[in-house]
């Protein structure tokens, strides 16, 4: 219900009544009346809605005086509120006993020109998952909690702390406030011990709420799913085990959820299989297994360690569909033409047997080096088949707008102790790209499918229309660079920023401005209601192809199956569903951002790691990033690392946002976005996950600077 009521208030900007808001939903009975009633006091009571004097209700983001949401704390212990547009800053002295991660409501006022917030009540604690290192103090045990930008006591209740030593990492819920900054906690469950391997990764893990662990129930539920594909399962599904069906994957890959064929048809056409693991099959609805998967939500890859969403019984047996076995699938057959158009299409149960597990590299080989393995010849005719189907598929995504920010992502190289020893620039060649083209397919094709029958409630994948504010912000900062694009934006259509980008390709600071510009972006999330997709200029979109590694791929089935298999499109079906999937969408986007956040920590820590062995040495790089506290160099490798702005040498320097630089107070000289630079590393630490340089002068800083200057 509160999910509902803050979908209905999301474009009402002047606050309302109960009634109406019910009215809003359509609801009829008292019974449903005094439901809104208790779910908007308790939205009030979380800051989600602001109550007027009136007794009148609006979302609090449209209220002038306050702000509310969660709080991010940075290294130097100020704090931003997180919000729809530009972040709320508030100063250490305005948090007010807020810490990392804690849902407040801040009063806004206005300090130098510039609004600012001050924390003035606490919502909701983060006090669900507070990870830390256990410690004996007198009798009591304690933890000290791994980030450090909170600065809690945390004392463990003795029930659930002894199996606790010191040195163990856990993890614990607040359950009592003894007085100000000093808590009472539950252990949830030992993480790992400083001293064990990977405990770093483990330890990352927990803080961004990724278990490795599986509950008993769970493991008890798996021992009723059979190891192998038996003759009951193949009932009802179409036999494809004569066909020419192959999957291509990383060379460490164990989890494959997807196949793929390939036929060029008489009438030119072709017919494109994506064959993907009916995880379904296996993860009954509302089962210990589907409830721990939708609270997990996705599987996490952090460094060379995958926290899995299913048992590997799941993922990387039964449901894997691995070289030589049956396996239960959903197949997606699309015929399509040689405008990269899907003309008819079929999805139908099915079971296959993967011919052979292929891997980016040797398929690489085969497609840019015509080095063919033996073991591949009998695919090479198909893969080229792939190849030409690939490029129609781009050419006609390009056309109608796909926006390709070309991103550049590192790869960090390990040894058997899972010490970082290199890192390099993460290689995308066709092999990867059409696999990414096959599965676009499928899930659009899937996607469309689902909402052709217009009333029936469905899960996708979607990316609204960028913020024009954030769009102008950011042209404004590329007229600031000199950068002259010549383009005015009179509506925001994906086309445009593709001719954006486009026209950036050829300036120097072209790899920058495409992240900025991505972060300029919305962020794409599930819904159970279709908008289209911003970035890949799609009408309609949904996740299909990864049922093993994210939930809503596995509730997509789920749906094909009950309303295509089956058929079942009736009333109550289609109430169930409109119950079930706005939790799950909001579900699956929260926990795909715990995700990607545990991944990027991971990464941080892995290069902080590899940069410890190099303190010392001298790199180029190129400003990619300035803030009044120091201006952040990207190296040539990827690596990211801080020159504090006191070590800026022979001058004061201020920071000037508007120009997006420093500039020295007197001698004028000055640091700008793109700037190329020489940078010395004198410090890293894996722990706090970072990486410090100071500038370099020297010859080779001059002849940077001297090139700039046409000299």
Do not use: W
């Amino acid at each position: 219900m509160k999910q509902k009521i803050l979908e209905v208030l999301e474009n009402i900007k002047e606050p309302v009544e109960i009634i109406e808001i019910n009215d809003m939903l359509k609801l009829t009975t008292p019974k449903e009346l005094s439901e809104v009633i208790n779910a908007v006091d308790e939205l009030v009571d979380e800051f989600y809605i602001q109550a007027t004097k009136k007794n009148k209700y609006r979302l609090m983001k449209y209220c002038n005086e306050y702000k509310a949401g969660r709080i991010s704390i940075n290294k130097k212990g100020d704090g931003f509120l997180i919000l729809d547009g530009d972040d709320l800053f508030i100063k250490s002295k305005n948090l007010n006993g807020a810490i990392h991660g804690d849902r407040v409501l801040c009063e806004l006022f206005t300090f130098n020109g510039k609004i600012e917030g001050k924390v003035i009540k606490i919502a909701k604690r983060k006090n669900d998952n507070m990870v830390g290192v256990v410690y004996t103090e007198g009798k009591d045990k304690y933890i000290k909690p791994i980030d450090n930008r909170i600065n809690l006591k945390i004392k463990l209740s003795k029930d659930t702390s002894k199996e606790c030593v010191d040195g163990h990492i856990v993890s614990t819920k607040i359950v009592k406030e003894i007085n100000k900054a000093n808590y009472l906690a539950d252990v949830n469950y030992i993480v790992s011990h400083i001293t064990d391997p990977k405990s770093d990764i483990l330890t990352i893990a927990a803080l961004n709420g990724r278990i490795v662990k599986f509950p008993d129930e769970v493991m008890e539920y798996l021992e009723t799913i059979e190891d192998e594909v038996q003759e009951k399962d193949k009932k009802g599904r179409t036999d494809l085990t004569n066909l020419n069906i192959f999957t291509i994957d990383g060379d460490d890959t164990k989890d494959i959820d997807d196949a793929v064929s390939i036929k060029k048809l008489e009438n030119g056409n072709y017919e494109l299989g994506v064959h993907i693991a009916d995880v379904s099959h296996y993860v009954k609805e509302d089962s210990p297994l589907d409830k721990e998967a939708l609270a997990r939500g996705t599987s996490t890859y952090i460094a060379d360690t995958v926290i899995p969403m299913l048992p590997r019984k799941l993922s990387n047996g039964i449901c894997s569909l691995n070289e030589g076995e049956i396996r239960c699938t959903i197949s997606c057959v699309m015929e399509i033409n040689d405008k990269g158009k899907v003309v008819n299409s079929n999805i139908f149960p099915s079971y296959i047997k993967s011919r052979k597990k292929m891997t980016y590299k040797k398929v690489n080989d085969i497609l840019v080096r015509n080095i063919i393995d033996k073991d591949y010849e009998p695919f090479v005719n198909d893969l080229k088949e792939l190849e030409k189907l690939s490029k129609i598929l781009r050419k006609m995504k390009h056309e109608r707008g796909e926006i390709d920010f070309e991103i550049d992502e590192l790869k960090v190289i390990q040894d058997e102790n899972g010490k970082a020893i290199d890192i390099q620039k993460r290689t995308r060649e066709v092999g990867e790209m059409l696999i990414e083209d096959m599965m676009i397919a499928a899930n659009e094709t899937v996607a469309t499918t689902l909402n052709n029958y217009g009333y029936l409630p469905a899960l996708y994948r979607v990316h609204g229309e960028p913020d024009p504010k954030k769009i102008e912000q950011f042209m404004n900062l590329v007229k600031q660079l000199g950068v002259n694009l010549d383009s005015k934006l009179n509506s925001f259509k994906p086309k445009q920023i593709q001719k954006i980008i486009e026209k950036l390709k050829n300036e120097k600071y072209f790899k920058i401005l495409s992240q900025l510009l991505l972060r300029s972006m919305r962020k794409a999330e599930y819904k159970e209601y279709n908008i289209g997709h911003f970035g890949l200029a799609s009408k309609c979109y949904t996740h299909f192809t990864s049922p093993i590694r994210r939930y809503p791929d596995l509730e997509t089935h789920r749906l094909i199956r009950t309303y295509i298999f089956e058929n079942k499109i009736d009333n109550n079906t289609i109430e169930k569903y409109k119950e079930l999937l706005p939790n799950i969408a909001k579900e699956s986007s929260d926990r795909e951002v715990d995700s990607v956040s545990a991944e990027r920590d991971g990464e941080d820590m892995k290069v902080a790691e590899y940069m410890e062995d190099h303190i010392g040495e001298e790199y180029k790089g190129m400003i990619c990033s300035i803030a009044n506290y120091g201006m952040y160099v990207q190296l040539e490798n990827m690596v990211e690392g801080l020159v504090r702005i006191g070590t800026l040498k022979g001058d004061f320097y201020n920071y000037v946002p508007e120009l997006l630089s420093l500039i020295g107070e007197a001698t004028k000289k000055t640091y700008r976005l793109g700037d190329e630079v020489i940078v010395k590393v004198v410090g890293a630490s894996k722990e706090a996950k970072t990486v410090d340089f100071e500038l370099v002068e020297n010859e080779e800083t001059n002849k940077i600077k001297s090139d700039k200057n046409g000299n």
